[in-house]
């Protein structure tokens, strides 16, 4: 009889708590076009997988009026589920609690559930909508913070981890989604930024939204800190399931496998590329003619478009694309796609996928801008993460592969374990037009007809040079291969790489150029 009424008062209980901030502040949240941080969880969880823990947490703060406040939940939702039935760890800030904001007990609720997803090698999700560091606790909520930082740091490498920012992230809360490997943002409801608008104000007296400051668009294509942009939270959930769905769940294990389906492309994979070498085209457009189904996960898709990076799968099974777009800027590489990819490619070497490179570029971008933006050193990172990377890595250049950027783009050179050209493949220093002008200048000077003559020699100069048999004599390409040919010949090395062990010398950690 008393357990019977016991579990009535623990129904009264939860459901009072689960309630967050009460029925004026979800009032609120909604009219902002935002989901409750419960709502959220269970929309992208698999049904009735969610399990709460520490739902009776309670923050400790006496100061300024906080004795007399009750925080349900302290603010924050954790707990464990599933999606397509993998396990995960997940919280979700609730703003309708004080604005989400996070104290010490509301942080170590969070790096609970982290401590767990690391011990148990399962993805960790963090929704945050939150105004950041809870004011009236002062150094508590500092500290917090800092053990959450600490936590993604150990636990990068490890499990995946994802954030999603679904309203504010304001001050040091943003160092933690920075910290982590995908960052989720929604169109109207992100924001994310060190400092607010009011501030900036104040000191710069500038005027500015938090829109333009740090909305979902700005994070996506400016500043490259959020790696998917969604126009809705259910858009954003469907996202984040095709990306678990896509990656392995630590560091130990692959991808789970799916059955193998063909492309589905109407395009032809020999047609793409145009007969002119100076016109673009869509590098996707060849990746959708050899993943499985033409499906591809595109990452970073808004940002530094000049290089393409994502997940597909190759007969059921995981495979990463880092793709030259000639569509933009010629796809060099330039300082944000150094980043871009160099990140990536340490994200696919830490949980075992596999890296498929396509190239078609002339190299790193030239010019001042790019030289005082550091592209030395953001280049290195291109050039660094491949060769660091033990992953199978198999490189297809697909036509223009010169100077830098053919060292950089997974070279034989670097560790690559296959190098396939199709056979109109440039592998040379620089560019014939360039290279003409130099190695010919005297001929070229000395001619009646300077410009007959230098095109004489630009024309010499392909004709031994920009084709991919130089590169093949030498042993640097593997074969020259029909563009047909290709999908069959990647699942070739792919099974052939399937033990692959790659040595590498015993170090604390390398010093990457961060
Ligand atoms: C305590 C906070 C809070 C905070 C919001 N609230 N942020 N309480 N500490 N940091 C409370 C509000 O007082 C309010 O309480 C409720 O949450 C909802 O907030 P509103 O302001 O009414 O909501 P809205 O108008 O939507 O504005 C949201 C906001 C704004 C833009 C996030 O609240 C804001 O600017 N907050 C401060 C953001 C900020 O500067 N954070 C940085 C903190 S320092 P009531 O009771 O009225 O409902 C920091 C450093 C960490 O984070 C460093 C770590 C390394």
Known sequence: ?????NIVALRRKKA???????????EKQISMGKMTARERILSLLDPDSFHEYDLFVEHEERNFGMDRKALPGDGVITGTGTISGAPVCIYAQDFTVMGGSLGLKHARKITKIMDHALKMKIPCIGINDSGGARIQEGIGALAGYGEIFYRNTLASGVIPQISVILGPCAGGAVYSPALTDFVFVVEGISKMFITG????????????????????????EITGNAHFYALSEKECFQQIKELINLIPHNNEQKAVSIAPKRPKSNKKIDNIIPADPRQPYDVRDIIHTLTDDSKFLEVHELWAPNIVIGFGRLDGETVAFVANQP???????????SNKAARFIRFCDSFNIPIITLEDMPGYLPGVDQEHAGVIRHGAKVLYAYSEATVPKITVVLRKAYGGGYIAMNSRHLGADFMFAWPDAEIAVMGPEGAANIIFR??????????????????????KFANPYVAASKG?????????????????????????????PVKKHGIPPF
């Open 1 to 5: 009889m008393s357990l019977r009424k």
């Open 16 to 26: 009072i708590v689960q309630k967050g901030g009460g029925d004026e502040a979800i």
């Open 197 to 220: 608008p009011n501030v900036i104000e104040t000191v710069l007296g500038e005027k500015i939204s938090q829109e333009n400051l740090g909305g979902a668009r700005v994070h996506a």
């Open 327 to 337: 569509m933009y800027l010629a796809g060099v590489l330039d300082c944000d796609s």
């Open 442 to 463: 005297k001929e070229i000077m000395e001619a009646e007809d300077q410009d007959a003559m230098r095109q004489v020699k630009v024309k010499e100069y392909i004709e």
């Open 476 to 504: 640097f390409i593997d074969a020259v291969i029909e563009p047909t040919e290709t999908r069959e010949l990647l699942l070739h090395a792919l099974s052939v790489s399937k033990n692959k062990y790659d040595h590498r």
